[in-house]
């Protein structure tokens, strides 16, 4: 599968954005997605996942009840509404693609999301 993330930027503290990331190549159904984020000097972090049918979602403890991801199965695309946005918010996001049976994992390009103080 190949994935394809944007709908980063520039935003200040408490502004939102929204990502995307667009699969291509396979049934998108059968992969959980989830969205990763790495700040400078610091590791990769897992932000929020989503079960293949969109009915369970997890999330960091940082951003759970500001961010909330979606999926639309229909579209091959998986959504990060980023609400409340904080200065330590700013990375590089990745979407991250799981197959639910091979557990085979696939990234995308990343996009950068930067909120100023």
């Known amino acids: 599968v190949q994935l394809q993330a944007s709908g980063g930027g520039l935003v200040q503290a408490g502004g939102s954005l929204r990502l995307s990331c667009a699969a291509s190549g396979s049934i998108f159904s059968i992969y959980h997605m989830a969205w990763y984020r790495q700040a400078p000097g610091k590791q990769r972090e897992l932000v929020a996942r989503i079960s293949g049918g969109g009915g369970s979602t997890n999330y960091a403890d940082s951003v759970r009840g500001r961010f909330t991801i979606s999926r639309d199965n229909a579209k091959n695309t998986v959504y990060l509404q980023m609400n409340s946005l904080k200065p330590e918010d700013t990375a590089v996001y990745y979407c991250?693609?799981?197959?639910?049976?091979?557990?085979?994992?696939?990234w995308g390009q990343g996009t950068q999301v930067t909120v100023s103080s």
């Open positions: 991250n693609a799981a197959h639910a049976i091979t557990r085979g994992a696939y």
